[in-house]
């Protein structure tokens, strides 16, 4: 199957600094990926989608200055978390459609995502 | 609002015991389920989905899913479970009527005896 990675794996940063997590669709192409956080014992919970080529749409509640999306190419995109403080301290995934081998339907590939601790 | 709602947080049963994990959506329309595992210290993975056909699905490990419309329900189970099962599950649903993004459920936390 497609495989998505993402880098870091987890990151330790001081408050009010900046991070930049990176999404890379490694054998596919993904004009469109996700980005997800989710708490500790809680589920994902979609944040953005990046689109390549033009501006990322955010749900509701989403701040898109503090959570800069660019979708550089169609195989990378990359979430900066501005301004860090521990609430935004949280699990980030992404995800990316391609087609799974063999079917034509298309499915989502989620990266192993990046554990982000704020100080 | 609209929603996923899975119905156990925590399930915890021993090796070979049934498996069965509520699913629950309140999306009208043209809905595609799925349900992802999340083992411990790993990605999501898909373990089996619903488009359209057979209400009945069949996914990897021995897990399969009924979709029953009428009662927006897609259940998980599996007949017998072994200690490696043990993981987070996810159900998720794509909807026309949400835009077709992924909505994921609260996840279930299955921790399987030895």
């Known amino acids: 199957g497609a495989v998505v990675s993402q880098h870091p794996s987890w990151v330790i940063c001081k408050s009010g600094t900046s991070v930049k997590i990176e999404c890379r669709s490694l054998d596919f192409q993904a004009t469109t990926m996700f980005w997800y956080r989710q708490f500790p014992k809680q589920s994902l919970m979609l944040m953005a989608t990046?689109?390549?080529?033009?501006?990322?749409?955010?749900e509701q509640g989403v701040e898109k200055d503090k959570f800069l999306i660019n979708h550089a190419s169609l195989t990378l995109s990359t979430l900066t978390v501005t301004s860090a403080h521990p609430e935004d301290s949280s699990f980030y995934i992404c995800s990316a459609p391609g087609l799974a081998g063999g079917n034509s339907y298309n499915e989502q590939f989620f990266g192993p995502g990046t554990r982000l601790t704020v100080l | 609002a609209q929603s996923v709602s899975q119905h156990n947080h925590h399930v915890i049963l021993s090796e070979a015991a049934s498996l069965e994990l509520g699913c629950n959506y309140s999306?009208?329309?043209?809905?595609?389920l799925f349900w992802y595992v999340q083992y411990p210290g790993q990605h999501l993975q898909l373990l089996l989905k619903y488009f359209s056909g057979d209400p009945l699905v069949k996914g990897i490990k021995g897990f399969e899913a009924e979709f029953i419309k009428s009662k927006f329900s897609f259940n998980l189970r599996k007949p017998s479970v072994q200690w490696s099962d043990t993981a987070e599950y996810f159900c998720?649903?794509?909807?026309?009527?949400?835009?077709?993004?992924?909505?994921f459920g609260g996840g279930t936390r299955v921790l399987v005896k030895p």
């Open positions: 999306y009208g329309g043209t809905v595609n």
């Open positions: 990046s689109n390549e080529g033009s501006k990322a749409t955010y």
């Open positions: 998720a649903v794509k909807a026309a009527a949400a835009g077709n993004k992924l909505t």
